[in-house]
């Protein structure tokens, strides 16, 4: 007490207090009380004071030393301005607001008492009780109370609380579980297997799992099961242990089974077939009872008495001996040996199973349609039908129904139609075919009407015949065109086109083209005379009408031109060969031309009086001994010329393709073992063709090739399928498109080499793997670790997440070297490095940094650029704004750069050439169809710009990328393509042509010529400022002297002003003097 009273005293001196303000209470001090509280060590009491603790900021009062605990500062500064306290570990702030009693903040101690208040949490949507942490909770979503569990919800009665799982504690029962696996289990099951599984009392025994509803319990064979009632109680079905019962209040019920439409009741069966189908016995028992028909009767027992063998079943095996079992009193009937053979009509023969004997009649078989063969259930191998609708035997191998062919049930080949091209065409003769039915027409020659005058061509002949050829040839048909749309063998001026056919070059039949009709000029107020053409055909063709008419071709020779009529008049010219005489004009009368043919005709003259004489008609021709039955029709089509060639009816080769080729009279390769190997010619040749010339195995100097019209394809499994690419039923193994694109387990690849799914395996040396994963996650890997690129395209090196375009994640660090650099802020240098090395590229990077090798040694130095020279290159170059023809790629963003063509011309070593596509077409097809031998016709909406040529690669952009066609011809808004079949009917976007000369610039070339050209502006600068340096010292100086001259100036003038004032002052005085006297 005294200790402290010592150190009170001076503090109460020091703050002023009396010692009458001292505590009388013992133990303790009191301020402002002579009497302070017993439980107080100090005491203040005033009603106009407060009690004013040290004040301090917060770096003030943490770097209070050893701060005692219960130590109390007022902080001045910070967010948390107030009173702070320290715990002994730490300081704490009095916050003077406290939100509310916030529960969360602290661990309760006791438990909640709402006192009959309701928790209320707001509308806040979301998990509102978090029981033990986010995975069991009470939350609300809109319109629903939902209940989280981190695994099961139990509902326990009564009992206390456990810590184990899914136990209800002492004196508790579990009601239900709803466990992890979503199934729920009533009954006290802990552990439910079954979505709805229900427990009427313990189980024992092994019970089923993953049932949609699994009851168990003591059920009876007829009652106590588990019942689906009616809800008035009166009637239902229940399920006993062994037995479906009918229950309810009712005394008498129905139990029904009732299938639905076309359905039966199986007992024994899982596939009845009526009604009610018993696999099994059915035992009918007690006295009366038996079965009742539909019409009434009722049979108790099984009918016995007589031998009506169809009215019961034989208790013993019916013995023929040697005779024969017959109706009606016949000689001849049904023969059954002991060993099984049967025969009708007669015994049977001891090789034969069935032997049918008769001298009047045929066996026949059951007849069906196809439909009704197709609806045999299993049909055994070796059942043999007569397909009604095919008119054709046949039988079903054990996989499939085969149709039989024969010489007297011939196959029959569709006729072939050729029409007018304008070129070459080609038809090959099928397989088991040596007779062709052709018939051909040459076309018409053109038709003239001028003057209101009509004056018609003449119309092409007409050939029928037989030509005989061999399997697999192939024939060229040319189809002559009407008129001027030309031809082979055609005229080249109105005549109507010869058609022929030919075998290895040498035509076999031609139908003569018609003589055009002759064009007359003008005449006095009027026109002159038009004359018909003649007709084509016929061993020698029509003559044309008129005064000059052309003369038509022959068997030997071409027709000759129209002779010469009169005075003014030109006659006309005999054909050439097969084509057709030219025609001939005087002023503006034009003859016709001749016909095309076997020989062309002649064509018209032309008279000065406007008169025009028609052409002559082309003359026809059947080869000799390869060609019957020809009949010659002169003067029979109009327009354009044709070709129908129809294959005589026979049994053609069967296509190898197993399914009927075991069916072939003959040399059956397809139904006998062979006996030695199939030896082909030792040549190098086409082997094997199986289609045409377009599809093909063969050898060439050693080399085995495989040879396509457009695309090869590997399936398993299936069938044939006639659409391109499909398996039939079977997996694609592999596909080479006709683009040259090949795919491994697709039918569509997208680039040249197209794996979807998997990996590409390259073993490397010393047992190391090199390989590439497509897994199917949108990324792929190289050795497993190293991601290539994932799916938004980005490449990853070293890292699995890129998350830039490429990502580098990884260096080496070389040996020291040497490198310029030039860095986003512009500034260069040179520097010495020994640094880590993540990239190194044999072509061109772009980066915010680039360190480049300028080792000296590793250059033949050539010698300074000269900077000046290069200044004057530099300013030269023009920049232009410019935006990009490819506007998927580049939108509307515009450019400020160099023409590669302009620098070419100023600074060639800056421009490089390569191979590219321009998107010199870059427009949408409006149409793309397929051609014959697998050619894309594509429709443009505009002539291209820019002429394609034949060979040249295009690019084209389908609805699963790009595909590269190459270009077969091409005329005005048509593009003819191979390679690009797949895109047939699709959308096709034409992005331009594949050119040579594509040019780019190299901006690092230009880039150091403007690094020179600066260079040598800094010199010219530097020379500038030198000389403004000296300028400026030299003006210096000159001002120097100027300032010196001024000064003397200025003590010239007060010295001068000095002076004056001395003058005045003695003028004054020399007056004041003359005054004074």
Excluded: C
């Amino acid at each position: 007490m005294q200790r402290l009273l010592r150190f009170t005293l001076p503090l109460a001196a020091a703050l002023g207090l009396s010692l009458a303000a001292r505590a009388q209470t013992p133990n303790a001090v009191g301020i402002g009380t002579t009497a302070p509280a017993a439980s107080a060590l100090l005491d203040l009491s005033s009603t106009t004071k407060g009690f004013l603790a040290p004040r301090m900021t917060a770096a003030e009062r943490t770097a209070i030393s050893s701060p005692a605990r219960g130590l109390l500062v007022y902080q001045t500064d910070g967010l948390q301005l107030g009173f702070w306290y320290y715990t002994g570990t730490s300081w704490t702030y009095l916050n003077p607001a406290p939100a509310g009693d916030n529960l969360g903040s602290h661990t309760a101690s006791q438990g909640l008492n709402m006192n009959g208040n309701a928790i209320s949490f707001g509308t806040f949507l979301g998990q509102q009780l978090n029981l033990w942490n986010a995975d069991y909770g009470i939350g609300i979503q809109p319109g629903t109370l939902a209940f989280r569990s981190g695994d099961n919800f139990v509902w326990y009665r009564r009992g206390v609380y456990s810590a184990t799982q899914n136990d209800a504690g002492q004196g508790g029962s579990l009601q239900m579980i709803l466990n992890d696996a979503g199934n729920l289990g009533l009954g006290g099951l802990t552990a439910p297997a079954n979505r709805l599984d229900l427990a009427l009392g313990s189980r024992t025994g092994t019970h089923a799992t993953g049932r949609a509803l699994y009851a168990t319990g003591d059920f009876g064979e007829a009652s106590g099961g588990v019942e689906f009632r009616h809800s008035n109680g009166t009637q239902g079905v229940g399920i006993g242990f062994n037995s479906l019962y009918a229950s309810g209040s009712n005394a008498n019920q129905y139990l029904n089974l009732m299938p639905k439409g076309t359905g039966g009741v199986g007992i024994g069966t899982l596939t009845p077939t009526e009604k009610l189908d018993v696999a099994g016995n059915v035992k009918i028992s007690g006295t009366g009872n038996g079965l009742i028909f539909p019409d009434g009767s009722k049979q108790t027992t099984a009918t016995t008495g007589g031998d009506n063998l169809g009215n019961h079943t034989a208790t013993q095996n019916l013995n023929l001996a040697d005779k024969l079992l017959v109706g009606n009193g016949g000689a001849a009937g049904l023969s059954i040996t002991n060993a099984g053979n049967v025969g009708i009509g007669g015994a049977a023969a001891a090789s034969a199973a069935l032997d049918v004997n008769s001298t009047s009649k045929g066996l026949l078989p059951p007849r069906l349609s196809e439909a009704q063969r197709d609806a045999i259930p299993t049909p055994a191998p070796g059942l043999l039908v007569y397909n009604t609708s095919t008119g054709a035997l046949n039988q079903w191998d054990g996989t499939r129904w085969i149709s039989y062919l024969s010489v007297s049930n011939a196959n029959t080949i569709p006729s072939t139609t050729f029409n007018f091209t304008g070129g070459p065409q080609t038809y090959r003769v099928p397989l088991g075919v040596t007779k062709l039915a052709v018939d051909l027409a040459g076309g018409a020659g053109s038709t003239n009407i001028v003057g209101g005058t009509f004056q018609e061509g003449g119309r092409g002949g007409r050939v029928q015949a037989t030509l005989t050829v061999t399997p697999g040839q192939e024939l060229t048909i040319y189809v002559g065109g009407n008129g001027n749309y030309g031809g082979n063998n055609n005229n080249n001026g109105g005549g109507g086109g010869g058609t022929d056919i030919s075998i290895g070059g040498t035509r076999v039949l031609v139908a003569g083209g018609g003589g055009a009709a002759g064009q007359p000029g003008r005449y006095g107020p009027g026109w002159g005379t038009g004359s018909p053409g003649g007709p084509g055909g016929g061993t020698v063709g029509g003559a044309g009408a008129g005064a000059a008419g052309g003369q038509g071709g022959t068997g030997t020779g071409p027709g000759a031109g129209g002779a010469n009529a009169g005075l003014y008049y030109t006659p006309g010219n005999s054909g050439a060969g097969a084509i057709g005489g030219s025609p001939v004009s005087l002023y503006d009368a034009v003859s016709g031309g001749g016909g095309g043919g076997y020989y062309g005709g002649g064509s018209g003259g032309a008279g000065y009086y406007g008169a025009a004489s028609g052409g002559g008609g082309g003359s026809s021709y059947a080869a000799p001994g390869q060609t019957s039955n020809v009949v010659h029709t002169q003067g029979y089509q109009t327009l354009h010329g044709y070709v129908t060639i129809t294959p005589a009816p026979g049994v053609p080769a069967p296509v190898l393709n197993g399914a009927n080729f075991q069916n072939v009279p003959g040399d059956n390769l397809g139904n006998h073992q062979a006996t030695q190997a199939l030896q082909f010619p030792a040549t190098t040749s086409s082997k094997v063709n199986l289609f045409n010339g377009d599809y093909t195995i063969g050898v060439q100097g050693g080399t085995q090739y495989f040879r396509t019209g457009d695309a090869f394809a590997w399936f398993k499994g299936g069938g044939h399928n006639d659409g391109q690419f499909n398996s039939g039923g079977g997996a694609v193994q592999m596909v080479l498109t006709g683009g040259g694109s090949l795919g491994l387990g697709t039918s569509s690849p997208v680039a040249k080499f197209d794996i979807p799914t998997g990996s590409v395996r390259l073993p490397g040396a010393g047992g190391s793997d090199t390989w590439f994963n497509y897994p199917g996650d949108n990324k792929n890997y190289l050795r497993g670790s190293t991601i290539i690129a994932d799916g938004g395209g980005y490449v990853g090196i070293g890292t699995s997440s890129p998350a830039y375009p490429l990502d580098v994640n990884g260096s080496v660090t070389p040996g020291n070297f040497t490198y310029g650099y030039l860095n986003t802020g512009g500034a260069g240098g040179n520097a010495t490095s020994t640094g880590p090395i993540s990239i190194r590229a044999s072509h061109r990077i772009l980066a915010t940094e680039f360190n480049a090798n300028s080792d000296r040694r590793l250059k033949t130095i050539i010698g300074l650029s000269d900077k000046a020279a290069d200044l004057a290159l530099l300013r030269q170059l023009r920049i232009t704004d410019y935006q990009m023809r490819d506007r998927v790629q580049y939108g509307q963003r515009r450019f400020k750069k160099v023409i590669a063509q302009e620098v070419e011309q100023v600074f060639p070593q800056a421009v490089n050439q390569q191979v590219g596509f321009l998107p010199d077409v870059y427009a949408l097809a409006t149409q793309a169809e397929l051609q014959a031998d697998s050619l894309l016709v594509l429709t443009l909406p505009a002539t291209p710009a820019t002429a394609p040529k034949a060979g040249q690669r295009v690019k084209l952009i389908g609805k699963t990328g790009e595909v590269i066609g190459t270009v077969k011809a091409a005329s005005g808004q048509q593009l003819v393509l191979r390679g690009a079949r797949q895109l047939a009917g699709q959308s096709v976007f034409v992005f331009g042509l594949e050119h040579p000369d594509v040019r780019s610039v190299d901006y690092e070339a230009l880039a150091m010529l403007n690094v020179s050209a600066t260079q040598e502006l800094a010199r010219q600068v530097q020379e500038l400022q030198q000389q403004n340096a000296r300028l400026q010292q030299q003006n210096q100086a000159q001002s120097g002297r100027l300032d010196q001259q001024q000064a003397t100036l200025q003590t010239q003038a007060a010295q001068t002003a000095e002076l004056a004032q001395r003058l005045k002052a003695l003028e004054a005085l020399l007056g004041a003097r003359a005054d004074g006297r």
